[in-house]
């Protein structure tokens, strides 16, 4: 299944994006923003085992994936600034980072009625496909996985690389898990259901809520820093 265009690639990040039908009646956005050391590479050089990195990134509950934009401009901010060195390392000369809209969030448009998709184990399968047929079917068997996770997105993480088959699981060389929320030792994550608020609180009270779960998500998830330019670009 091809998720994402293949592109030119260049120094700075060139991105590439489409919404993918990943199971029956399940369409999510899918984005894909491509980094190479350098402008002058082949695209047979780019493409090579040697020269290939893939980093997925998965959002949290009722989040998106633009959260992780300035995080991925910075990378490749950072990959320009010093390609002098890296490219004397070709492993690591081309990097792929991979996102997606979970099912019902932001451009992964679902009804909020149908309950049943919105589950931790149908979230799962959606992340299990995505990195299967998405990622690791359309990669050099010899490149790289990492795996970023922050909120929920942890334990689908964790659960994800549980799953995988031993051959799909070598090839994810690293996971990074921020704000997770795991309780009880490690078998608690292989639990289905989510936070009980979204289980047991009436739908009219989260919408009452709904402001004041956000703003307490935003203070938690963005560092103190940038809230200020966060909150001046949405409102332009």
């Known amino acids: 299944m091809e998720f994402f265009d293949e592109a030119k690639l260049s120094v700075e990040t060139s991105e590439n994006s489409r919404r993918v039908e990943v199971r029956p009646n399940r369409t999510v956005f899918c984005r894909r923003s491509s980094m190479s050391v350098s402008a ?86 959606d992340l ?47 996971a990074i898990l921020i704000s997770g929320a795991l309780k009880d030792g490690p078998g608690e994550h292989a639990k289905d259901g989510g936070h009980w608020i979204f289980k047991f609180v009436p739908m009219f009270l989260l919408r009452k809520m709904q402001p004041s779960l956000s703003q307490s998500f935003f203070q938690a998830a963005v560092h103190p820093k940038h809230r200020n330019a966060l909150k001046e670009r949405a409102l332009n």
Request: proline share 2%; hydrophobic share 30%.
């Open 40 to 125: 002058t590479l082949e695209r047979d050089d780019i493409s090579s085992s040697s020269s290939m990195t893939n980093i997925l990134f998965v959002h949290g509950s009722c989040a998106a994936s633009s959260q992780y934009d300035d995080l991925i401009r910075a990378m490749s901010m950072k990959l320009l600034e010093t390609q002098d060195q890296i490219q004397s390392y070709p492993k690591i000369s081309k990097i792929n980072c991979y996102s997606y809209d979970q099912l019902g969030c932001a451009e992964s448009k679902h009804p909020a009625s149908d309950w049943e998709s919105f589950s931790s184990s149908n979230l799962l399968e």
């Open 128 to 174: 299990q496909t995505i990195v299967k047929d998405g990622v690791l079917a359309n990669s050099n068997k010899s490149s790289s996985l990492f795996l970023v996770g922050h909120s929920h997105g942890c334990s689908q993480v964790i659960q994800l690389v549980n799953s995988l088959s031993a051959s799909d699981r070598s090839r994810i060389k690293g």
